[in-house]
């Protein structure tokens, strides 16, 4: 697998742990795809005091790993990618997080608890914070927030055993066109449409996310639109003209 380097684009604080007071709540977008919508009237009552608003520029850190990791999070606009440093100074995106995800899951027992993954993000975001103790007190006391977590948790291990396939056994157009697919699937099921398909992450992103280079997953993303599977529309943005035809090709590309 080859895991290419990214420029550094990433200010060289975290972003400021500062939170808006305004309750995020009001007007949330994102409610029936949220970790918080388990909780009845009396769990929201207790909920909501607890959690805060943050505002994210683009490129600008949310945590990076080995952070102390004091919160949990739902992104509730914009695109943020996960990622996890190599020894040798290289990086892998491990996921991209949209409206609705739920960040901060896959974090260990032991103390201090620490990030795993550094969270950058792609565009102009929102996130919800609400402390990661106060958090636990709440799953303890709510089991329906504990068995949506455990939801939440199975649908991360199917997505990472997903990229291990991908990235084992697929050719680059592939997985280039099961990338489009998913990130056409999280759209529908977020309330949007599959097509046109907007790609707040570089090209490099995506070699980094799919273990390629660069170049590969422009000849990939060349492949797919001679074949009539996608129409570029520039840089950031996909059209798919049949979401059934590129999802067979997931397994037959050559």
């Given amino acids: 697998m080859t895991v290419i380097a990214i420029a550094d684009r990433r200010p060289n604080q975290t972003a ?79 996921d991209f997080a949209g409206p609705g995800d739920f960040l901060g899951l896959s974090l260990g027992l032991e103390e201090p608890v620490t990030h795993r993954l550094s969270a950058e993000a792609l565009t102009q975001s929102r996130v919800c914070r609400l402390p990661r103790a106060a958090f636990n007190r709440l799953m303890q006391d709510e089991p329906a927030l504990s068995r949506r977590a455990l939801e939440f948790a199975a649908r991360r291990i199917r997505a990472s055993q997903e990229q291990q396939l991908s990235l084992g056994r697929k050719t680059a157009a592939e997985r280039v066109a099961s990338f489009l697919v998913d990130m056409a699937e999280r759209n529908l099921a977020r309330g949007g449409n599959a097509s046109p398909l907007s790609l707040p992450m570089t090209r490099a992103d995506i070699a980094d996310h799919l273990g390629l280079t660069l170049e590969t997953v422009s000849r990939a993303f060349s492949r797919l639109r001679k074949l009539g599977l996608i129409k570029l529309e520039g840089a950031d943005r996909v059209a798919i003209p049949n979401l059934d035809a590129l999802s067979s090709e997931t397994a037959q590309s050559a």
């Fill in 16 to 94: 400021s742990k500062a939170a808006s007071a305004v309750d995020p709540c009001t007007g949330c977008t994102v409610g029936k795809l949220s970790l918080c919508d388990a909780l009845d009237a009396e769990g929201r009552k207790r909920f909501k005091p607890m959690v805060r608003g943050q505002a994210l520029e683009p490129h600008q850190m949310l945590f990076q790993e080995g952070d102390a990791a004091e919160h949990v999070y739902t992104v509730t606009s914009g695109q943020v990618s996960l990622a996890r440093s190599l020894p040798d100074g290289r990086r892998q995106i491990v």
